[in-house]
């Protein structure tokens, strides 16, 4: 059996490439997967290639603004009360803007960039705390860019929004880890670091294209579900680097 069997997962921001390869994978390894994003027409694309593939996975999708606290609780409390439980949130919610150089960095960036990659970090995590804490084998996964540790000049809105996020994550770390005690935390918290994502798509339009260093969508997929298969007091706290650390 699989640690993630019969657990029961909200993924935020489920409906790019990087949402759809997690939902296949968590379906596949037996999980209940409740999916959320911005764009209901693509999110219910994603939920129903998971469903096919999977026959028999509950793979559900529900439109929520993470911009919105009330919503997010609403949306955790909602999943808990109709499934019984929640043992994890998976937070994919990206987006990326960038300048040619550090002078021409625009703030505009920085006001998308706070909401998208920090906000909706804040909110998730605030509304599944305490339910992450009630399972058995809670988690909570933030996807993070290594620029977050080395940024780049053209990159200071982008690299301080993960790097921000990053710190949001650990804090709940240290709040899973004082729950537990001296016993160790029951649930985790944990920041998987990438380079860049690369997917199908993306080596069809650019077939030249080497992608170095970048994380295939799949592989991210699977060291997601992987952490399921360690203790918590092995992963909590920690970033976990797919990519070479900078």
Request: charged share 25%; hydrophobic share 50%.
């Amino acid at each position: 059996m699989s640690a993630l069997d019969g657990a029961v997962v909200a993924v935020a921001g489920a409906a790019g490439p990087a949402g759809r390869a997690t939902l296949l994978r968590l379906a596949e390894a037996g999980a209940t997967v409740v999916a959320s994003d911005a764009d209901p027409a693509r999110l219910a694309e994603a939920v129903d290639a998971a469903r096919y593939a999977h026959g028999g996975a509950t793979v559900i999708g529900d439109t929520v603004d993470l911009l919105d606290l009330d919503a997010a609780r609403e949306w955790a409390t909602r999943t808990e009360k109709e499934f019984g439980r929640i043992d994890g949130l998976v937070h994919l919610v990206g987006g990326w803007r960038g300048s040619k150089s550090f002078a021409e960095t625009d703030l505009a960036d920085w006001d998308l960039l706070e909401k998208l990659l920090i906000r909706t970090v804040q909110h998730t995590s605030l509304a599944f705390e305490a339910g992450l804490r009630r399972s058995d084998r809670g988690r909570y996964l933030l996807i993070s860019a290594a620029g977050a540790a080395k940024p780049t000049a053209g990159n200071a809105a982008y690299s301080a929004s993960k790097a921000a996020a990053e710190a949001w994550t650990l804090a709940l770390a240290d709040a899973f880890r004082k729950a537990g005690g001296e016993e160790g935390p029951r649930a985790a918290a944990a920041i998987l670091v990438v380079k860049a994502l690369v997917h199908d798509a993306m080596r069809a339009e650019r077939p030249n294209a080497k992608f170095a260093g970048f994380t295939d969508v799949r592989e991210l997929a699977e060291a997601i579900a992987g952490v399921w298969e360690k203790p918590a007091g092995e992963v909590n706290g920690n970033r976990l680097w797919l990519t070479e650390k900078p």
